[in-house]
């Protein structure tokens, strides 16, 4: 095999709302954890099972962590590209851990909002509706312009078919 790769795909909930650190090297970071969760029915019992991961997650993409910190909340759900990346430190009783965490690195790593009530876009029952704005308010109307109603009012309804 020529190479690697080294890709993490996650979909979850936010299990706690982003924080903000600057690292030693004056960088910020963002951090948050993300939780995905699988379910199934039990074949003995019949009951429902559930399963769910933690995954610690770094946003060094500044872009990415202006976002995520802006928008992101507890229980949000979201979608991230990153990488996995497994390190050692020494916590405060100087016992040595390993940690592993998923990395979105500048210049790489996805993020999208899934949650409607975080996103800023309008939300799709508004779609087709006429503009609450009056036309000299929408700045791709021309002075003069008169708005034009939706389309699905300037379709004709006596189709023969």
Not at 55 to 62: D, L
Not at 68 to 88: D, I, N, P
Request: with cysteine; proline share 5%; net charge negative.
């Amino acid at each position: 095999m020529a190479g690697s790769v080294n890709k993490v795909i996650l979909i979850g909930h936010l299990g706690r709302d982003p924080e903000s650190r600057t690292t030693g090297a004056g960088s910020r970071v963002v951090i948050f954890s993300l939780a995905t969760s699988e379910s199934w029915r039990d074949k003995d019992s019949g009951e429902r099972r559930q399963r769910t991961e933690w995954h610690n997650v770094v946003v060094y993409n500044e872009p990415l962590g202006k976002i995520a910190e802006q928008y992101l909340r507890k229980g949000s759900l979201c979608y991230l590209e990153g990488q996995l990346a497994t390190r050692s430190y020494t916590d405060k009783d100087g016992v040595e851990r390993k940690v592993t965490e998923i990395l979105l690195k500048a210049f790489r790593g996805e993020l999208a909002l899934l949650d409607r009530a975080e996103r800023a876009a309008p939300d799709e029952s508004d779609y087709g509706r006429e503009s609450a704005r009056r036309p000299h308010d929408d700045p791709r109307m021309a002075m003069g312009d008169t708005p034009r109603a939706p389309i699905s009012q300037q379709i004709d309804d006596d189709i023969p078919f």
